[in-house]
C-alpha cells in the first residue's frame, strides 16, 4: 500500500479520535458519525483505513506469523523469546498468551472498522460504482477477520454493527457455523460488489473475495471429513469442495489480472511483485519501504533473518552468475525448525532457491547451520532495496499458487487435478505423483504439497487442523508436545474478563 493510502487513513484516525473527545459521558474511542461518512473522500479514508490494521505490527507485518508458525514444524524462536513465542511453539498455550490477546485485538479492531465501512458507506450520496465498490471491500475485509478468528479460536463473538454505546460491547459467543454463515455472506456481497480490475496493491478485487471463498470451502469441507472438532454441522463435505473447485476455478480461468510465476524468485521480488501488471499476489498487507512508521512499512524480514553480519547473497542461488543482492541483516527472532528444512527433496527448487544456506560478508563465505543459532532461512521475506530497518516486503495473504492447489484438493485425482499439483511441481523441479492414487491419498499429497510450497506463510497451522493431522504430524512424526491449543486456541483471559457474556 503506498506511502500516500496509509497517510490517508493516519488523517482518519485523527479525525476520528478527534470526533470522540467530543462525546459526552460516552467511552473513549466510539465513533461519532453525524460529522463524518458524509462525502466520497470520507468513504474513501475510511476503506483506507479499514486496510491499514492488516500491516500493523500486531497482525500481519509481525503477530500473524508468530501465532500460526511458531506452533507448527516450520518454525521455533530465538531463545530470548517471550514467554508467549514459547506457549505457541510448545503448543500450551493458555489464555493469558500476550501473542493471542494481540492478535484478537487486532482482528477486532479490523471488523469493527470494517463495520463502519458496511453499515455508513451505503448511506452516503456518491457514484453508485464507487460505493458499491469501497462496501464490498468492507464486506471482504470483516470476512477476512473472521475466518481467521475462527480458524484460531473457534467460536467467537460475531459484531455486525457500529458501537454507538457501552452496552453494546458485551457479546456473547457464536457457534462455528454462524461464523462461517457470516464469512460466506460477506464475500458473496463483496464478489458481487467489487470490481475486476484491481485499484491498487494492497486492495482486495473480485478475485480475492474468490480466491477466499475458495479458501473457505475447503477448509468446511476437509474439516468435515476428516472429522476435525467443531465441524460436525457441515452437513454435505462434497458440496464443500464443490464450491471450492467453482471458486477457485473463478480464480484460475476466469481472469487475467493475476498468474502463475514461473521464476520462484522472481515472485517475491518487491520491485517486480509490486509494480507488474500481473502477479502472483492476489492479495497481500501491502507495505512501502518509504513510510512514516511501521505498519507503513514492514520490520517483518528482520524476524527471518540471522543477526551475525550483513550479508550478500545470490539473486537466484541455483545460478552462480546471478547478479548479487544485500539483504543486510537481522533479529533472527525466527528459527527454520530441521523438520520442515530436511522434509525438503535435495532437489526441490523451493529448498535451493526460496532458502538461503549460504551467504558472503566481504570475501568471506558462510554456511548456516540448521542445528545452530544462525540458521538457513526463507528468502520469501527480503528487500534488498530496505531503507535501515523499513521494507517494502508485503505479507502474502492470498496467492495464486494456493489457490491452484486448493483447486487440486477439491478436485481430486482427475486429469484436471493432477494438472493443477503438477504445475506447482513442476516450477520446483519435481516429477509426476503416483497417476493411481486414491481420493484421500491424492488429497493428502495435495496438502504436503502446500506445505513446501507455501511454507513460512502462515498456512500450515490451518492445514493441519482442517485435516485433523496435527497430532499425526507434529507429535507422531517431529515429536512436538501438544499440551493444549492443537485445533483452537482458548479465548484471551482479558476478552472473558471485560465481557460477561463471554463467560461459561
Not at 475510511?46 to 507485518?61: C, M, W
Not at 510448545?90 to 463502519?116: C, F, K, P, Q, V
Not at 498456512?459 to 517431529?478: A, G, P, Q, S
Amino acid at each position: 500500500m503506498n506511502h500516500k493510502i496509509l497517510i490517508s487513513g493516519t488523517l482518519l484516525a485523527s479525525i476520528l479520535l478527534g470526533s470522540c473527545a467530543k462525546l459526552e459521558e460516552k467511552p473513549y474511542g466510539l465513533i461519532n458519525t453525524v460529522t463524518f461518512y458524509k462525502t466520497a473522500q470520507d468513504a474513501e479514508s475510511a476503506i483506507i483505513y479499514a486496510y491499514s490494521d492488516l500491516p500493523e505490527v500486531g497482525y500481519y507485518s509481525r503477530g500473524y506469523y508468530i501465532v500460526t508458525e511458531l506452533p507448527t514444524e516450520d518454525l521455533t524462536q530465538k531463545g530470548d523469546a517471550g514467554v508467549g513465542n514459547f506457549e505457541l511453539d510448545e503448543l500450551r498455550t493458555t489464555s493469558t498468551n500476550s501473542d493471542l490477546d494481540n492478535i484478537w485485538t487486532y482482528m477486532y479492531r479490523g471488523i469493527t472498522r470494517a463495520n463502519a465501512v458496511i453499515v455508513n458507506v451505503p448511506q452516503i450520496s456518491m457514484p453508485e460504482a464507487n460505493r458499491n465498490q469501497i462496501t464490498g471491500e468492507g464486506y471482504f475485509l470483516r470476512a477476512l477477520h473472521y475466518f481467521n478468528l475462527v480458524r484460531m479460536f473457534g467460536e467467537v463473538p460475531i459484531r455486525q454493527d457500529v458501537i454507538a454505546d457501552a452496552t453494546q460491547i458485551p457479546v456473547a459467543k457464536s457457534s462455528i457455523k454462524d461464523v462461517y454463515d457470516l464469512i460466506i455472506s460477506d464475500l458473496k456481497n463483496a464478489e458481487n460488489l467489487i470490481t475486476v480490475p484491481r485499484i491498487s496493491e494492497g486492495r482486495a478485487n473480485k478475485v480475492a473475495a474468490q480466491a477466499l471463498l475458495a479458501k473457505v470451502y475447503l477448509h468446511l469441507a476437509s474439516s468435515k471429513v476428516s472429522g476435525s472438532p467443531g465441524y460436525e454441522f457441515v452437513s454435505n463435505a462434497d458440496e464443500m469442495y464443490a464450491q471450492a473447485k467453482a471458486y477457485a476455478s473463478k480464480v484460475i480461468d476466469g481472469q487475467s489480472t493475476f498468474t502463475f510465476t514461473q521464476s520462484l524468485p522472481d515472485i517475491w521480488n518487491t520491485e517486480i511483485y509490486k509494480k507488474a501488471a500481473t502477479s502472483e499476489h492476489i492479495f497481500d498487507a501491502a507495505v512501502d519501504r518509504n513510510g512514516d512508521r511501521e505498519g507503513s512499512f514492514s520490520k517483518l524480514p528482520n524476524m527471518f533473518l540471522p543477526a551475525d553480519r550483513p550479508m550478500t547473497i545470490l539473486y537466484d542461488q541455483a545460478n552462480p552468475g546471478s547478479n548479487k543482492i544485500d539483504i543486510g541483516q537481522g533479529w533472527a527472532h525466527f528459527r527454520t525448525e530441521s523438520a520442515i528444512y530436511n522434509a525438503y527433496a535435495s532437489t526441490d527448487k523451493r529448498k535451493t532457491q526460496l532458502i538461503v544456506s549460504e551467504y558472503t560478508n566481504g570475501t568471506s563465505k558462510y554456511v548456516l547451520d540448521i542445528t545452530s543459532s544462525a540458521r538457513p532461512f526463507t528468502r520469501k521475506f527480503i528487500d534488498p532495496l530496505r531503507i535501515g530497518d523499513a521494507s517494502s516486503c508485503n505479507s502474502p495473504i492470498l496467492r495464486y499458487s494456493d489457490i491452484l492447489l486448493v483447486f487440486a484438493e477439491a478436485e481430486g485425482p482427475t486429469p484436471a487435478g493432477y494438472a493443477a499439483i503438477q504445475k506447482v511441481r513442476d516450477r520446483a523441479g519435481l516429477g509426476a505423483l503416483n497417476p493411481s492414487l486414491s481420493v484421500q491419498a491424492f488429497r493428502d499429497a495435495v496438502v504436503e504439497e502446500r506445505s513446501f510450497e507455501l511454507a513460512f506463510e502462515g498456512n500450515r497451522l490451518f492445514d493441519l487442523r482442517r485435516t485433523k493431522t496435527m497430532e499425526k504430524v507434529l507429535h507422531d512424526k517431529y515429536g512436538k508436545t501438544i499440551t493444549s491449543g492443537a485445533y483452537f486456541f482458548p479465548i484471551p483471559q482479558r476478552e472473558i474478563d471485560t465481557n460477561p457474556l463471554m463467560k461459561p
